[in-house]
């Protein structure tokens, strides 16, 4: 079924690269989400390039424009419908085709006021029919007719899409999808569904045609990666080491774990193989064991600390990042005390920040104690000074001291600079010759800019 669905769509894949070849047509697309929403992205780049579209960043020269949503905070969402705004000229302009999918064309409110109040959109497909995107576009152009293609059911696992990477160096590879957990504040279980695991073989398979591509990272991904099961005795930790054995493949990184299926294996396995960054994203969410109940975390404040303590303790000078929500309904003062308590004992590398926002069909949304605005932005500033300061002291520890960077390009500031990232993911800026990008160097760090690092270029260790 999977490799005849694949074989279907790659036929009409062929029959649009046919209507479209005499022509120059462009594609433009937005992705709005995660990693996992950037992944699908790459997944619909390469399916439009292969039927004779070409990449535009330019929306008003497009001939098919794309939006891939998130829904995971209102925020996500109102990025859509102001885009939808700016849309509509380019239709009348160009005639362009119009499709939005992603996370939020799961979510019924959300088609249902598409269809009433956007009606130039021409395709929309959710996240368990992405791979359908072929079939859908090729229906609008013989029908003319608005296609809506989404499944509530989880989609069947799709190998062998084309593909077309952002990056040439570092790679985003899904190895999981779906989400089991049901976090009483979070929409993804709802529109990612339920957790299915790729194959080993597909996963290795896949990490070594990137090695022979030349890409030195891979970044795993999944909502859960640590509930990875691609057999029976076959987890996340026998993945990430089969991972480390490719050749060419140099840094193995992942997102999102979850505290509670953080085994000791998994642990053992980060520290045993250099490959393998010493750089571990422990979503936190909140410090009170109160709200992490009512949150459906399942650990307790102390739970956490003593997981990030055996990691700390265990990976000498692991990187610990974490995810923090501000303002879940019914969190006191004493509550987001307890949150600062945790964020002050653990030094974060990096903290992300989240306001608490509310999404309809969760279980927290439904919940009468919420917060007012004015309160989860006081708690929120405050959280940040901390996460600042916090940042800033641990910068100072690396000055001094040699790091392994991965040289990915030019720094964004300035063309006369290299910028990489530090195994612990933070960003370096060194002055060196263009040659070494693309090259994992030795670079001693000089100076510390809150966000960035400066360096000195020590030694190339593979040329
Ligand atoms: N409101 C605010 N932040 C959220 N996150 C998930 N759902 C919500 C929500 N409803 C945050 C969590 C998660 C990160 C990806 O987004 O911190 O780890
Ligand atoms: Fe957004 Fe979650 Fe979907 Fe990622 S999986 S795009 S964060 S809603």
Not at 112 to 127: A, H, Q, R
Not at 158 to 169: A, T
Not at 177 to 201: A, D, H, L
Not at 337 to 344: C, F, G
Request: charged share 30%; with cysteine.
């Amino acid at each position: 079924m999977n490799s005849n669905e694949v074989e279907m769509q790659k036929e009409y894949i062929k029959k649009i690269y046919e209507i479209n070849k005499a022509k120059n047509l462009k594609y433009y697309i937005l992705t709005m989400g995660c990693s996992l929403n950037e992944n699908d992205s790459e997944k619909i780049c390469g399916m439009l390039e292969e039927m004779n579209y070409t990449r535009t960043d330019n929306m008003d020269e497009a001939n098919f424009i794309v939006f891939n949503t998130c829904c995971i905070r209102e925020n996500a969402e109102d990025k859509l419908f102001g885009k939808l705004g700016e849309v509509k000229k380019f239709k009348k302009q160009n005639n362009a085709i119009i499709a939005i999918g992603g996370c939020m064309m799961q979510e019924k409110h959300i088609i249902k006021k598409l269809k009433e109040s956007y009606p130039y959109v021409d395709i929309l497909f959710g996240t368990h029919t992405l791979h359908k995107l072929p079939e859908d576009i090729y229906n609008k152009l013989s029908t003319s007719q608005k296609i809506e293609d989404i499944l509530d059911i989880d989609g069947e696992i799709i190998e062998g899409l084309p593909i077309k990477r952002e990056d040439k160096l570092k790679a985003q590879v899904t190895i999981m999808y779906g989400c089991n957990n049901f976090c009483s504040y979070c929409i993804v279980p709802y529109v990612r569904g339920r957790e299915r695991s790729r194959k080993p073989e597909d996963i290795l398979k896949e990490i070594k045609g990137l090695a022979s591509e030349g890409y030195k990272e891979v970044m795993l991904l999944g909502q859960n990666v640590n509930s990875y099961k691609g057999a029976e005795n076959y987890g996340f930790a026998e993945l990430l080491s089969d991972v480390q054995k490719i050749d060419g493949i140099e840094r193995i990184r992942f997102i999102s774990p979850h505290p509670k299926d953080f085994t000791d294996d998994v642990i053992d396995v980060i520290a045993k193989y250099e490959k393998i960054c010493k750089s571990v994203h422990l979503p936190l969410q909140s410090g009170s064991s109160k709200i992490l109940k009512e949150m459906n975390r399942k650990y307790t404040k102390e739970q956490f600390l003593n997981l990030a303590y055996k990691i700390k303790e265990k990976i000498p000078n692991v990187a610990l990042t974490t995810d923090i929500i501000v303002g879940f309904p019914g969190e006191t003062e004493e509550d987001f005390a307890d949150t600062l308590d945790v964020v002050e004992k653990l030094k974060f590398e990096q903290v992300f920040m989240f306001i608490y926002s509310r999404r309809v069909g969760t279980v927290a949304d439904t919940m009468e104690n919420q917060i007012p605005e004015e309160i989860k932005h006081k708690r929120f500033d405050k959280l940040k000074a901390l996460v600042e300061s916090q940042i800033e002291e641990n910068n100072k520890k690396y000055i001094g001291t040699i790091q392994k960077v991965l040289i990915d390009g030019t720094s964004k500031t300035n063309e006369n600079t290299l910028s990489g990232r530090t195994d612990s993911n933070k960003v370096v800026v060194i002055e060196a010759d263009k040659s070494y990008i693309g090259k994992l160097v030795e670079v001693k760090i000089t100076e510390d800019c809150l966000w960035y690092l400066k360096g000195k270029l020590a030694n190339a260790l593979r040329k």
